[in-house]
């Protein structure tokens, strides 16, 4: 970056860093390897004793389980439809709050603002939500899953603040050409919020595509269970009999299903995630921006 | 929601009826922004301060039948079975280490990894161990435990299979006292570091290249570079997310640490979140429960706050 000439203990140095890093990425990636080898070895070589990081024999017998489990199928659905509800109702609703607490000229502003950033210190816990959630007659239903979280308010800040920054003569020009509120905030506010509403977006989808707490806590039918929650009674519990299979009964290679269904449950984040990244690192940093 | 920079003016200054009857006047301007305000407004009264209200069984004795209302109050009796009863105080205890761990070696491992990310000149190797090091943090704890499980395995795990090539015995990390914390900390570590480096590396990005320029031409090598130029240079923004951070010492990772947690290491690993989940909503027991979490909530809040006010007395760059 910054050296035109390079002493000799710069040149170790570098060469330190350069190694540290490269141990590092292969270490990170290497419980990755050992999932995937697996999951594509036979039973025998699974069970003995040893490891490699490319396979020696196939068998795809774990794969071909999971293909035929109608479960996973249904979770993966229930979580893709979760997400995607999730993240319009959140981005609708965050800019629908952000959108006029950043109005200077809002009557109250810090009192309705503070009623909002209030809940980040002080909330009720896991019991009272639980209750409420029941009370609500929200079991059993993926919105017991959607509507507590609806709206972050770290987020909300962020948006607002973004909002924020958008310069007020924008607006006042517009009026100028007799542009009326709904216009202005549909063809200036909305368009130029994109970037924030992009990265709140990403910061629900990955959550809700993540989440599986609140699908123990609330959701009793194992049809409408998220793909996390099939995904741990699986792989954590060990309950093959949970996953539903015909083959269940037969000798199954346990230990083979449980790794191919983690692979099948990683492989669209890990197609994805490298092209996410950018925008999130791009969020993250608009996020850290004063408030 | 027509509103004029008159109707502003005027409000200022004046009291009494006036003063009011301008307020109502802007609320009434700015009636269509609370049209659309109020669907976030109602969303905080239902599933925030709602659950606040709920908090008053942590004084009852909870009834279902009853409700909460019906519900007969019992006073602090249930915060005094905190400390007189057998299990919360270990629970305290682990929650504070575990965290006070998590604090001491996984704050500065993002700091460590984006310095020397930094240093690295090559873009295409610098964006790949980003994106590597990124990777584990968009997948969920469900995940990454059931592949930690078996890279930890005895039988089948690398590090293990190396311990036995040098003649040791294998260990059966998950389900060690002496290991598990240490496996909480570090995988914690492995998850999150990739993702917090990018507040370190932003604010390396925005460091004056010429102080790098002139210290060249004074010939001092990049480690002084970095502790004398790089690390004086990001040191408020080391100093507020330390502040800050310091103040989740209480707030458990539930996500993880219920996924990892095993009969075999409850005594060290069982936290507040897991001892809350499962005296509240496996054992039904709500008001003691409800007490365990308010009391966590109240120490939260206190630490969060101080934590907030050190910040604030050190910079302008506060969250809030």
Same mark, same amino acid.
């Given at each position: 970056?910054?050296?035109?000439?390079?002493?000799?203990?710069?040149?170790?140095?570098?060469?330190?860093?350069?190694?540290?890093?490269?141990?590092?990425? *292969?270490?990170?990636?290497?419980?990755?390897?050992?999932?995937?080898?697996?999951?594509?070895?036979? *039973?025998?070589?699974?069970?003995?004793?040893?490891?490699?990081? %490319?396979?020696? @024999?196939?068998?795809?017998?774990?794969?071909?389980?999971?293909?035929?489990?109608?479960?996973?199928? *249904?979770?993966?659905?229930?979580?893709?439809?979760?997400?995607g509800l999730a993240i319009l109702l959140t981005v609708t609703l965050t800019f629908l709050?952000?959108?006029?607490?950043?109005?200077?000229?809002l009557p109250h502003r810090t009192f309705w603002t503070g009623f909002i950033v209030l809940t980040m210190f002080f909330s009720g816990g896991l019991i009272p939500l639980y209750m409420l959630v029941k009370g609500l007659g929200l079991m059993n239903s993926m919105? @017991?899953? *959607?509507?507590?979280?609806?709206?972050?308010?770290?987020?909300?800040?962020?948006?607002?603040?973004?909002?924020?920054?958008?310069?007020?003569?924008?607006?006042? @020009?517009?009026?100028?050409?007799?542009?009326?509120? %709904?216009?202005?905030?549909?063809?200036?506010?909305?368009?130029?919020?994109?970037?924030?509403?992009?990265?709140?977006?990403l910061y629900t989808g990955v959550h809700h595509w993540n989440a599986w707490f609140d699908s123990m806590l609330y959701i009793q039918s194992e049809k409408k269970q998220v793909l996390q929650m099939i995904l741990r009674k699986i792989v954590l519990d060990g309950d093959i009999a949970a996953a539903g299979t015909e083959m269940a009964q037969s000798a199954v290679n346990t230990q083979s299903m449980k790794l191919a269904t983690l692979v099948v449950s990683i492989i669209p984040i890990i197609c994805v995630y490298p092209f996410l990244q950018k925008y999130f690192v791009k969020g993250t940093l608009i996020g850290s921006i004063k408030g | 929601m027509t509103y004029t920079a008159?109707?502003?003016?005027?409000?200022?200054?004046?009291?009494?009826?006036?003063? #009011? #009857?301008?307020l109502l006047k802007r609320y009434v301007d700015h009636k269509y922004f609370f049209l659309m305000l109020s669907p976030v407004l109602l969303y905080y009264i239902i599933f925030h301060y709602a659950p606040i209200y709920g908090v008053i069984i942590a004084f009852k004795d909870y009834k279902i039948v009853k409700g909460i209302s019906g519900s007969a109050w019992v006073g602090w009796d249930n915060f005094k079975e905190l400390y007189t009863g057998l299990y919360f105080l270990p629970v305290l205890k682990n929650t504070l280490i575990i965290n006070f761990y998590k604090l001491l070696f996984g704050f500065p491992a993002p700091i460590l990894l984006a310095l020397m990310i930094n240093e690295v000149s090559r873009p295409l190797f610098k964006k790949t161990v980003q994106t590597i090091t990124y990777l584990p943090y968009f997948l969920s704890w469900i995940v990454l435990s059931g592949i930690i499980i078996e890279f930890l395995s005895p039988s089948r795990g690398p590090i293990n299979i190396i311990l036995t090539m040098l003649d040791f015995k294998p260990i059966f990390f998950m389900a060690s006292v002496d290991w598990f914390r240490s496996i909480l900390v570090s995988t914690e570590i492995w998850k999150t570091v990739g993702f917090n480096a990018i507040i370190y590396l932003a604010a390396m990005a925005g460091i004056n290249q010429e102080m790098y320029d002139a210290a060249d031409v004074d010939g001092i090598s990049r480690v002084k570079k970095i502790w004398y130029i790089t690390l004086p240079s990001i040191g408020p923004v080391i100093v507020i997310l330390l502040i800050l951070t310091s103040g989740q010492i209480i707030n458990d990772d539930f996500d993880q640490i219920y996924n990892m947690l095993n009969a075999k290491v409850s005594s060290v690993g069982d936290v507040i979140g897991t001892y809350t989940y499962t005296e509240g909503i496996q054992k039904m027991n709500?008001?003691?429960?409800?007490?365990?979490?308010?009391?966590?909530?109240?120490?939260?809040?206190?630490?969060?706050?101080?934590?907030?006010?050190?910040?604030?007395?050190?910079?302008?760059?506060?969250?809030?």
């Open positions: 970056m910054y050296a035109h000439k390079k002493s000799k203990s710069d040149i170790l140095f570098l060469s330190v860093v350069y190694s540290v890093l490269t141990v590092l990425s *292969i270490g990170t990636l290497l419980p990755f390897f050992q999932i995937l080898t697996l999951s594509m070895s036979p *039973i025998d070589v699974v069970n003995s004793y040893g490891f490699h990081f %490319i396979p020696t @024999s196939f068998d795809f017998a774990g794969y071909r389980q999971v293909f035929h489990n109608q479960l996973i199928w *249904i979770s993966y659905g229930n979580t893709i439809m979760r997400t709050g952000a959108y006029p607490l950043s109005k200077k000229t919105w @017991s899953l *959607i509507l507590p979280g609806a709206v972050s308010t770290f987020l909300l800040l962020i948006v607002r603040n973004f909002v924020h920054e958008i310069p007020v003569a924008l607006e006042e @020009s517009a009026k100028m050409d007799g542009a009326n509120d %709904i216009y202005i905030l549909r063809k200036i506010i909305l368009p130029l919020s994109m970037p924030v509403l992009a990265t709140v977006a | 008159a109707s502003t003016k005027k409000d200022v200054g004046t009291k009494g009826k006036i003063s #009011r #009857r301008y709500y008001s003691y429960a409800a007490a365990v979490g308010l009391f966590k909530n109240v120490i939260a809040l206190i630490v969060v706050l101080i934590a907030n006010f050190i910040a604030k007395r050190w910079s302008d760059e506060t969250i809030f």
